[in-house]
T-cell receptor, first 116, second 115 residues
Framework: SAVISQKPSRDICQRGTSLTIQCQVD?????MFWYRQQPGQSLTLIAT?????????ESGFVIDKFPISRPNLTFSTLTVSNMSPEDSSIYLC?????????????FGSGTRLTVV | AQKVTQAQTEISVVEKEDVTLDCVYE???????LFWYKQPPSGELVFLIR??????QNEISGRYSWNFQKSTSSFNFTITASQVVDSAVYFC????????????FGTGTRLTVIP
């Protein structure tokens, strides 16, 4: 299955600043998904990133707050902009890494963000 | 619309007991995929199983087994002879056409295995 390298693994940021999270996949994939996991909660989809087109955002998430880049089929970034303490969460990227072999969606190791 | 319900928020069992985690799903897709993931305290998501909607065979992998019943839209997960290392949050998830759709996650069940 696909392997994702996600960084940074954690960061503590000042409110009002921005943080860019990177995900590198070891194979070409059409779609990459960005999730947020708030403390003690489940995973919520932020957006779906396709190469060559604008990301598709879920209700409650906007491009100005969470701009996404997808310059090629193996890489994507998510920026958390103008951060507030409410943005403190784990952010994860994901792809369907099964390559038709019946495996699971692959997740990055997550970025644990704390905004102070 | 896709929806996954995990009614059990938290479960505690004593080591070596069997435990079943419930998952009920809703979807209008005729082809869909169901998953279980484990999230230990370290935070990473560990893939456990993927099942497509055309395959209702139950599956056993070591101490883990899964019961998929389309008639009741359920995909339950049983751990036999639980161990302390099984303590984690377990998520059931649903995807439509694989590769085209993201995963919809249930709210998770926190399992604590008491030694």
């Amino acid at each position: 299955s696909a392997v994702i390298s996600q960084k940074p693994s954690r960061d503590i940021c000042q409110r009002g600043t921005s943080l860019t999270i990177q995900c590198q996949v070891d194979s070409q994939v059409t779609m990459m998904f960005w999730y947020r996991q708030q403390p003690g909660q489940s995973l919520t989809l932020i957006a779906t990133a396709n190469q060559g087109s604008e990301a598709t955002y879920e209700s409650g998430f906007v491009i100005d707050k969470f701009p996404i880049s997808r310059p090629n089929l193996t890489f994507s970034t998510l920026t958390v902009s103008n951060m507030s303490p409410e943005d403190s969460s784990i952010y994860l990227c994901s792809v369907d890494g099964s390559r038709g072999q019946g495996g699971g969606y692959t997740f990055g190791s997550g970025t644990r963000l704390t905004v102070v | 619309a896709q929806k996954v319900t995990q009614a059990q928020t938290e479960i505690s069992v004593v080591e070596k007991e069997d435990v079943t985690l419930d998952c009920v799903y809703e979807t209008r897709d005729t082809t869909y995929y169901l998953f279980w993931y484990k999230q230990p305290p370290s935070g990473e998501l560990v893939f456990l199983i993927r099942r497509n909607s055309f395959d209702e065979q139950n599956e056993i992998s070591g101490r883990y087994s899964w019961n998929f019943q389309k008639s009741t839209s359920s995909f339950n997960f049983t751990i036999t002879a639980s161990q302390v290392v099984d303590s984690a949050v377990y998520f059931c998830a649903l995807a439509g056409r694989a590769g085209a759709n993201n995963l919809f996650f249930g709210t998770g069940t926190r399992l604590t295995v008491i030694p």
